[in-house]
C-alpha cells in the first residue's frame, strides 16, 4: 500500500464541519458542495465531495446552513425562519423574513398531522429587473 501524501492530512468530522461552515457563511450566494471543494483546495484544505457532502447533511442537521434542492446549494442559516428567493434568469438569490408564513405552515401540519423533516420556503421566479427586461 503506498503511503499517504504529506499534503493529505485525516481531519476529523468537526475540523472538516467548519472549514465547510466558513465557506459558505462567506459566500454571497447559494454553494454547491463541489464548488466547496475548490475553494477548500485554494485554501490548502483539499477535501473530497463526499467528505463535503457529509459535512453539509450534518450542518443542515444542526441548523448551520439550508440546503436548497432546486440550485443543489446550500447557504448559512441564521436560526431565523426566512422566505428564500432564487432569481432564475439573474441567477440571484434573496430572501425576506417571513415568520407568519412558517406559523402558517406549521398550524396546517398539526391540523393534517403531519411532521415536516424540514421547515424552509423557497420560491423561483424573475426578479423585477428582469421581468422588465425579458417579459415572459
Given at each position: 500500500?503506498?503511503?499517504?501524501?504529506?499534503?493529505?492530512?485525516?481531519?476529523?468530522?468537526?475540523?472538516?464541519?467548519?472549514?465547510?461552515?466558513?465557506?459558505?457563511?462567506?459566500?454571497?450566494?447559494?454553494?454547491?458542495?463541489?464548488?466547496?471543494?475548490?475553494?477548500?483546495?485554494?485554501?490548502?484544505?483539499s477535501m473530497s465531495p463526499a467528505q463535503v457532502y457529509r459535512g453539509l447533511n450534518r450542518l443542515?442537521?444542526?441548523?448551520?446552513?439550508?440546503?436548497?434542492?432546486?440550485?443543489?446549494?446550500?447557504?448559512?442559516?441564521?436560526?431565523?425562519?426566512?422566505?428564500?428567493?432564487?432569481?432564475?434568469?439573474?441567477?440571484?438569490?434573496?430572501?425576506?423574513?417571513?415568520?407568519?408564513?412558517?406559523?402558517?405552515?406549521?398550524?396546517?401540519?398539526?391540523?393534517?398531522?403531519?411532521?415536516?423533516?424540514?421547515?424552509?420556503?423557497?420560491?423561483?421566479?424573475?426578479?423585477?429587473?428582469?421581468n422588465t427586461r425579458q417579459p415572459s
Amino acid at each position: 500500500m503506498a503511503p499517504k501524501s504529506a499534503s493529505r492530512q485525516r481531519r476529523c468530522p468537526n475540523e472538516i464541519e467548519a472549514i465547510i461552515e466558513d465557506i459558505v457563511c462567506a459566500a454571497d450566494e447559494p454553494v454547491g458542495a463541489y464548488d466547496i471543494a475548490k475553494i477548500a483546495a485554494k485554501q490548502k484544505c483539499s477535501m473530497s465531495p463526499a467528505q463535503v457532502y457529509r459535512g453539509l447533511n450534518r450542518l443542515a442537521e444542526t441548523g448551520s446552513v439550508e440546503r436548497f434542492a432546486s440550485w443543489n446549494a446550500f447557504v448559512a442559516s441564521n436560526g431565523e425562519r426566512r422566505v428564500h428567493l432564487f432569481y432564475e434568469t439573474c441567477k440571484n438569490h434573496d430572501w425576506a423574513e417571513k415568520h407568519s408564513v412558517h406559523l402558517q405552515l406549521q398550524s396546517l401540519c398539526d391540523r393534517l398531522g403531519f411532521r415536516a423533516n424540514s421547515n424552509h420556503v423557497e420560491l423561483n421566479g424573475r426578479c423585477a429587473s428582469c421581468n422588465t427586461r425579458q417579459p415572459s
